[in-house]
């Protein structure tokens, strides 16, 4: 004998636990019409392809979009991800030496703006 109930088990992101979820229209999710078919994908990027469905979680009635997507699409963007991350760290530190070092700068500038003065000072006494 079969026992069914009434969905899949999937973590609900208002529940934020695994619970049971029953499959239901995309479009009545997101009220767009286009969404009541399950296959997608970009068209500036049809590389990028999913499929996806609308879930009712059984547990608080809250209703999502879940996409199944190829897995390495989904390391790809990780490792973007982590790439991105990188390049933001690295921009952060080059303002905050760029800074440091600007003010470095300025402080050089006016020392030797001094020698200069010195030096027109000591031409104009000999």
Request: hydrophobic share 35%.
């Amino acid at each position: 004998m079969r026992v069914t109930k009434g969905g899949t088990d999937m973590f609900c992101p208002s529940c934020k636990q695994v619970t049971t979820c029953k499959a239901i229209p995309a479009a009545q999710v997101t009220y767009d019409p286009s969404d009541y078919g399950q296959r997608k994908y970009y068209t500036k990027h049809e590389d990028i392809n999913w499929f996806q469905r609308g879930r009712e979680c059984l547990s608080c009635d809250h209703q999502f979009v879940t996409a199944e997507v190829d897995i390495e699409f989904l390391e790809e963007l990780v490792e973007l991800r982590g790439a991105l991350s990188t390049i933001k760290a690295n921009a952060e530190a080059y303002i905050k030496e760029s800074s440091a070092a600007s003010q470095s700068l300025s402080k050089l500038s006016k020392s030797l703006s001094v020698l200069r003065a010195l030096k027109v000072y000591k031409s104009a006494k000999g």
